[in-house]
């Protein structure tokens, strides 16, 4: 996905098409801006490019972080600083001087203040030919608006492939059709959810990747959710889904697992 995603920008690159600024939307922020480095390097290299270069001066200083005229902003602690947005300003008023752009990344857009807010999207409303940028988020709707409108949209995912994994179709429509039960029991908070834990999920879904499935599934919900209500509260259970999704990753007993969680989310609702 991510590949074909650059390979139609260096398209739009050579025929000289390429937008001032784009947004990425990815499940995974760090991955998507490693493959961007590897883009941008593609982009400037000075040496016909190779995977992996390391011969030109170019990459090399795009590697170390060192070329000024690629600068990559992110949060400090919680949020993006001014003073961030600040200096890309003052280093991006001149013209680049070893390479044919400016260009600045922003991850997690969604962190800019609002003082850095005001100053990015002046930046992003008087566009110049030799700034390009590109901000790269897990969710475009945590972006504010204005901001999401001046960038060109690219999804680095296809939610159900990605979701699926391996599981049959049989079997990922069963893990939907439990996740939207379970997520109704979560909610409701009335019922023994060790019973149905026993008795109905671990009866039907008895793979770790099915559980994975499962997990992220009710995540999208609760996502879904934060999106429409901005309910704080829903951080919590995000955060408590994570969690139990990473313990997936090792072998864990589903039973116990699934047991501890919906206590934990029992807890967040504030039972
Ligand atoms: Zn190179």
Not at 17 to 44: R, S
Not at 162 to 178: H, P
Not at 216 to 234: H, V
Request: hydrophobic fraction near 35%.
């Amino acid at each position: 996905m991510e590949q074909e995603v650059f390979n139609n920008l260096l398209t739009l690159f050579r025929e000289n098409k390429l937008a001032h600024a784009y947004l990425f939307e990815t499940k995974d922020v760090e991955k998507c801006y490693k493959e961007l480095i590897q883009f941008i390097k593609k982009l400037l290299c000075s040496m016909e490019y190779e995977e992996n270069c390391s011969k030109c001066d170019i990459c090399h200083q795009i590697d170390e972080g060192t070329i000024p005229s690629i600068i990559t902003i992110e949060p400090d602690g919680k949020s993006i600083k001014t003073d961030a947005i600040n200096n890309l300003k003052k280093a991006f008023s001149l013209m680049p001087v070893y390479t044919p752009y400016n260009i600045y990344i922003i991850k997690y857009p969604e962190k800019m203040n609002d003082t850095s807010f005001n100053k990015m999207l002046k930046f992003l409303e008087e566009p110049e030919d030799n700034i390009l940028g590109f901000y790269i988020t897990r969710n475009k709707d945590s972006v504010a608006n204005t901001i999401v409108s001046r960038c060109e949209l690219i999804k680095m995912f296809d939610e159900q492939k990605r979701l699926q994994g391996s599981l049959s179709n049989e079997e990922f429509t069963l893990c939907q059709n439990i996740a939207n039960e379970y997520y109704e029991k979560l909610e409701n908070g009335k019922e023994n959810l060790t019973w149905y834990n026993l008795n109905v999920v671990l009866k039907q879904l008895t793979t770790q990747e099915q559980i994975v499935c499962l997990l992220n599934l009710i995540y999208n919900t609760y996502e879904f959710d934060f999106r429409k209500s901005k309910d704080f509260n829903i951080i919590k259970k995000l955060k408590i889904i994570e969690k139990y999704l990473s313990e997936l990753n090792y072998n864990m007993n589903l039973g116990l697992l699934l047991d501890s969680f919906v206590i934990e989310m029992g807890e967040a609702n504030g039972l």
